[in-house]
Nanobody, 127 residues
Framework: QVQLVESGGGLVQAGGSLRLSCAAS????????MGWFRQAPGKEREFVAA????????YYADSVKGRFTISRDNAKNTVYLQMNNLKPEDTAVYYC????????????????????WGQGTQVTVSS
């Protein structure tokens, strides 16, 4: 049973920072790409960032490029999302997810490619 558990969300003022964590269990973490998505009220779930199985490649949505950093620690089975210079439009529930296929990096921004999802953590940025 694969489980993903996010933590680190909260309320922060615009310009502030948060670090999200996602602890994974249930399969060989280091074989699979990981991604972060977010969903704001009334909006569709959108891609935020992804990282390859080795951590050697990272991918970002244009809206967060230069402000967010995704990383992973395969020894701890954990992926992180460091979020700096937060804006009110970053307010959303943030989900981590892992892809269905090992060693696969195509379609990293498509939710359909991800088979397991965490429960989400709320990030609220006040203006």
């Amino acid at each position: 049973q694969v489980q993903l558990v996010e933590s680190g969300g909260g309320l922060v003022q615009a310009g502030g920072s948060l670090r999200l964590s996602c602890a994974a269990s249930g399969r060989t973490f280091s074989m699979y790409n990981m991604g972060w998505f977010r969903q704001a009220p009334g909006k569709e779930r959108e891609f935020v960032a992804a990282i390859s199985w080795s951590g050697g490649s990272t991918y970002y949505a244009d809206s967060v490029k230069g402000r967010f950093t995704i990383s992973r620690d395969n020894a701890k089975n954990t992926v992180y999302l460091q979020m700096n210079n937060l804006k009110p439009e970053d307010t959303a529930v943030y989900y981590c997810a892992t892809v269905r296929r090992p060693y696969y990096s195509d379609d990293y921004n498509k939710p359909a490619e991800y088979i397991y999802w965490g429960q989400g953590t709320q990030v609220t940025v006040s203006s």
